[in-house]
């Protein structure tokens, strides 16, 4: 039996309960810890159909861990096992940084979502720089994408500089680089998804990429207005932005069909249509000339497949891991290649954006 069907059936069987019992973040702790003991081994076989290329990399399945999970890049060896095809680690910021007060994670299990402010803690890029480093030299099969922040400490006027910083010192390392601008936890942050903002930060990052030249995605928040969304789409054009990756936590709660009273970004089932309607909009908007990384709600098979139908070249989750359980990956990967087959494609690219 793969590794990741054990891990999965003591998951679902033992350890959900357990953790559920814990506080959301003292569980979430735990989970990394044990994932960040896993020896190398070989990851499960793939879905050969599912492979993708993109910015002339290849990908082996389109669905990665979405940006949050592993903020200090400890549990790479975890990720690969549960089959995915790429890891998007961070946020990373400059310095280290504690983070919002506890408690800042919580659960809201009738409705298979979360709710956190947790407020970018971090190692920081000088630990968690070297700890990539050491894992690249060691060889690894999945791809990593790198997912930068600024400090909570830093004034509006060093923003541009600490995603400069962070290019400069950890962008060689990664696969893909995400820009996280929308994060609601961090006061200030969404402001710099305006189209003045953007070419302020995508200058001050050139200057610093040197030779790493990674493609450069921009994260999106799903509370944008319309009209927001399409300007950002049109600078991101101008600029040459290399994707899109739709979407990150929501504040909103009630349009969501969600009550609960805790501050901080929602995440899970109430975002699905949510993050489709944004992918298929940037889509339309682009003409498709953006990859996009579909984020939001993904639990399964028919999720990930109708994010791909709206225009999502790959897909990410998160939320999905702490309720379906780790075998969420291998499952979807199953239904995906199933879809696909019965729907008459070969691959997933022929799929992307034709619901648009
Ligand atoms: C506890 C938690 C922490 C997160 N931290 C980050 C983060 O540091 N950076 C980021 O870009 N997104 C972060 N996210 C957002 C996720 O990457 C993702 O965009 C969002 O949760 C929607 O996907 P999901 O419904 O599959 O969880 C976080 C999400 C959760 C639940």
């Given at each position: 039996?793969?590794?990741?069907?054990?891990?999965?059936?003591?998951?679902?069987?033992?350890?959900?309960?357990?953790?559920?019992?814990?506080?959301?973040?003292?569980?979430?702790?735990?989970?990394?810890?044990?994932?960040?003991?896993?020896?190398?081994?070989?990851?499960?076989?793939?879905?050969?159909?599912?492979?993708?290329?993109?910015?002339?990399?290849?990908?082996?399945?389109?669905?990665?861990?979405?940006?949050?999970?592993?903020?200090?890049?400890?549990?790479?060896?975890?990720?690969?096992?549960?089959?995915?095809?790429?890891?998007?680690?961070?946020?990373?910021?400059?310095?280290?940084?504690?983070?919002?007060?506890?408690?800042?994670?919580?659960?809201?299990?009738?409705?298979?979502?979360?709710?956190?402010?947790?407020?970018?803690?971090?190692?920081?890029?000088?630990?968690?720089?070297?700890?990539?480093?050491?894992?690249?030299?060691?060889?690894?099969?999945?791809?990593?994408?790198?997912?930068?922040?600024?400090?909570?400490?830093?004034?509006?006027?060093?923003?541009?500089?600490?995603?400069?910083?962070?290019?400069?010192?950890?962008?060689?390392?990664?696969?893909?680089?995400?820009?996280?601008?929308?994060?609601?936890?961090?006061?200030?942050?969404?402001?710099?998804?305006?189209?003045?903002?953007?070419?302020?930060?995508?200058?001050?990052?050139?200057?610093?990429?040197?030779e790493s030249e990674r493609p450069v995605l921009l994260k999106i928040a799903p509370d944008l207005e319309r009209n927001e969304m399409f300007r950002i789409c049109e600078t991101a054009l101008e600029l040459g932005v290399d994707g899109i990756v739709a979407c990150n936590t929501s504040i909103a709660r009630e349009a969501l069909g969600v009550s609960s009273a805790h501050p901080g970004g929602l995440s899970g089932a109430p975002l699905t249509?949510?993050?489709?309607?944004?992918?298929?909009?940037?889509?339309?908007?682009?003409?498709?000339?953006?990859?996009?990384?579909?984020?939001?709600?993904?639990?399964?098979?028919?999720?990930?497949?109708?994010?791909?139908?709206?225009?999502?070249?790959?897909?990410?989750?998160?939320?999905?891991?702490?309720?379906?359980?780790?075998?969420?990956?291998?499952?979807?990967?199953?239904?995906?290649?199933?879809?696909?087959?019965?729907?008459?494609?070969?691959?997933?690219?022929?799929?992307?954006?034709?619901?648009?």
């Amino acid at each position: 039996m793969p590794a990741v069907s054990v891990v999965d059936a003591i998951y679902r069987k033992f350890l959900q309960r357990y953790l559920f019992s814990m506080d959301a973040e003292q569980a979430h702790r735990l989970t990394i810890r044990m994932l960040s003991m896993i020896p190398p081994f070989t990851p499960p076989a793939e879905w050969p159909e599912l492979g993708i290329k993109l910015w002339g990399m290849d990908f082996h399945n389109p669905i990665g861990l979405a940006a949050g999970m592993d903020k200090d890049a400890v549990a790479i060896r975890g990720w690969e096992m549960l089959g995915f095809g790429f890891a998007e680690l961070g946020t990373i910021t400059p310095r280290p940084q504690a983070g919002n007060e506890m408690p800042r994670v919580w659960r809201i299990p009738e409705r298979r979502a979360l709710i956190n402010r947790l407020g970018f803690p971090s190692e920081g890029m000088e630990v968690v720089a070297p700890r990539i480093a050491r894992m690249r030299k060691a060889g690894i099969a999945i791809r990593l994408a790198l997912n930068f922040g600024p400090n909570s400490n830093t004034p509006p006027e060093g923003v541009a500089a600490d995603y400069s910083a962070l290019m400069k010192r950890c962008g060689s390392l990664a696969d893909f680089i995400v820009i996280n601008v929308s994060s609601p936890n961090t006061a200030g942050l969404r402001n710099w998804q305006s189209p003045e903002k953007m070419r302020e930060l995508f200058a001050a990052m050139v200057e610093k990429s040197g030779e790493s030249e990674r493609p450069v995605l921009l994260k999106i928040a799903p509370d944008l207005e319309r009209n927001e969304m399409f300007r950002i789409c049109e600078t991101a054009l101008e600029l040459g932005v290399d994707g899109i990756v739709a979407c990150n936590t929501s504040i909103a709660r009630e349009a969501l069909g969600v009550s609960s009273a805790h501050p901080g970004g929602l995440s899970g089932a109430p975002l699905t249509i949510r993050a489709r309607e944004l992918i298929r909009d940037i889509h339309t908007h682009t003409r498709g000339k953006i990859p996009i990384i579909g984020v939001g709600g993904v639990a399964t098979a028919e999720d990930a497949w109708l994010h791909i139908r709206a225009g999502a070249s790959m897909v990410e989750l998160y939320t999905a891991l702490i309720y379906e359980g780790p075998g969420v990956v291998e499952r979807i990967k199953e239904g995906l290649a199933d879809l696909l087959r019965r729907n008459g494609f070969r691959s997933i690219g022929e799929a992307v954006g034709i619901d648009r």
